[in-house]
């Protein structure tokens, strides 16, 4: 078996061109599948990046909230009952919400504000220059130095703008797991200076983070919550319904999946017919080696290992070409929200699977009928 593989692997490669034309068709495929569900990945990553930065095992909310950008305040109490709740080890508010600054250039700048528990600071991010302990001092913000800093002019300890008609100055800079999907810079500080700064309803708690003494008391605390009429959910439960409603409510889901569909339709095109042209003509060496004993299974071996060589190899190339790209991509484009995971290397390299059997399935279709009689006639 080893030599017919050795045989088929040279009579393979010995037609460039066309083994060239199949290797650029899959990787030309693979390319476009995987950037587009990479794209689809980073985008999900990042409008779930105040949940995944703030780190909170649950998430009490409003039932109607459908991403953690768009919050719908809660009265005060709830938080006292949650706190009230058996299995429950602390519970802490967290303001979300935007604003409108003016640098200090005087050009304005919509922000989005975080306000943390003052005595607690859970969830307050991991600080590249200043000391936490100053966001307790008049008018102090810590400016998260993500892709979106910029718009901010770059500030520094002690730079000074107004948020709302009020002073506000920075008092640090911090970093963030995971930078934000909507093009907003972000600013962290305290529970009830983001009330006194931000204008707000009547009802003012946008979320209460909990923490569960045990995996075992999630399900009663999500209970209690339900029968006052809230919604308690797990980082990973929160993150999941955001992910939800970008897929189905939103025109990105479906977006993405045309793009990905005719990424494939293009490969599989590519693929399928410069296979078939190279069966065919090589039929005459396919009859020749059926008619000195080759077996139709050793015949169908060769086909399956041209075809799985070959897709294999535009599956690498084509992984290594978007893993080059996104990487440049990233160094210039801070914004670009592309990542990699093995999700979508999973389909990608189910698709270059699926092209591969279809290319292959006329190929042997076309080898089985071959009489070596009629080769040689001709």
Known sequence: MNGIFLLAFKLLVNDRAKFSALVIGITFAVFLMVQMTALFAGILIRASSTVINIGAS??????????????IGMPDYLLDYVRSIPGVKFAVPLYSGAALLKLPSGLYQTATILGLDDTTLFGRPQLLQGRIEDIYAENSFIAVDDPEFSKLEYPKIGTRFELNDNRAIISGIAKVASPSLFGMPTLYTTYYRALQYVPNPRFTVSYVL???KSQADIPGIKDAVRRLGYLALTADEFIAKISAFYKFQTGIGINILVMTVMSFIVGLSISGQTFYTFIIENMEKFGALKAIGATNRQLVMMILFQSGFTSLTGYGLGVGLIVVIIAIAKLRLPDYASTINYFNLSIAFLMAAVISAIS???????VLRIEPFDIFRG
Do not use: K, L
């Not at 109607?64 to 950008?69: D, I, P, R």
């Not at 292959?360 to 076309?366: A, I, L, Q």
């Open 58 to 71: 649950m998430w009490v909310m409003d039932p109607s909230v459908q991403t953690v950008a768009n919050s």
């Open 360 to 366: 292959s399935y006329f190929g042997v279709r076309r």
């Open 210 to 212: 909990v923490e569960p």
